[in-house]
């Protein structure tokens, strides 16, 4: 992996020194959640319909919604910005694949990816990076194909900082992620926010977009 800018190496050792407690908390977290687990199924209807290929779960973390993935029956992969997250997925999902990198550089190619889903991973991304991560997806995304992201909800106000328990983190006003998602060459699906259970602070969003096909002669350059 190319050297990388600053926030993302704070962000990855971050999540280097926190993958055992991390791991724990995240373990049960959509058995409790059944509109959470009601969108993924959304998705991978979505992703078995367009046919496109395989699935990546980009910000994999310890690898759960990945695996969640694989038993919806999805051909589906992680990549994650972290290598002590990705060795912990490994060892817990043996006969899943897993990779380190960086959402707004992967190593794919043009089209190569039939569905993303960013489960609270493009949270970290300071609010001017967001829409290269989002370039990056469609580049990677073939045509027709599903795009899931799941995010912290900014309940009316802009978006905004907050403490997030493993480093910096921003929630956003779901209209506006839309918007920066459309401007990307997404097209909206669908949309759900879940209000907070009783141990969570924030309101969660949910966006389920589809890449658009690129317009003639236009370049990934």
Not at 78 to 89: C, E, I, K, R, T
Not at 132 to 146: I, K, W
Not at 154 to 177: C, M, N
Request: charged share 25%.
């Amino acid at each position: 992996m190319n050297e990388l800018p600053a926030y993302l190496r704070a962000t990855g050792e971050a999540y280097d020194s926190v993958v055992a407690a991390y791991a724990d908390l995240a373990r049960d977290h959509l058995d409790g959640h059944p509109l959470d687990r009601s969108v993924l199924t959304a998705f991978a209807d979505h992703a078995r319909a367009a046919a496109t290929g395989p699935v990546a779960e980009l910000g994999c973390g310890p690898g759960y919604v990945t695996a969640h993935l694989r038993g919806l029956g999805l051909d589906a992969f992680g990549v994650d910005l972290s290598p002590a997250m990705v060795d912990f997925a490994r060892a817990a999902h043996p006969h899943l694949r897993f990779d380190v990198g960086s959402m707004d550089a992967l190593g794919l190619a043009d089209g190569e990816l039939g569905g993303i889903v960013s489960w609270y991973s493009v949270i970290h991304a300071p609010p001017r990076e967001l829409p290269s991560y989002l370039a990056e997806f469609r580049r990677v995304l073939a045509p027709g194909s599903p795009l899931l992201l799941a995010f912290f909800e900014s309940e009316g106000g802009p978006v905004a900082a907050f403490d997030h328990k493993v480093t910096t983190a921003y929630r956003w006003p779901i209209d506006e992620l839309a918007r920066l998602a459309r401007e990307a060459g997404f097209t909206e699906v669908g949309r759900m926010l879940r209000e907070p259970g009783a141990q969570e602070r924030f309101r969660r969003g949910h966006l389920l977009m589809r890449a658009e096909p690129r317009p003639p002669g236009e370049t990934t350059d």
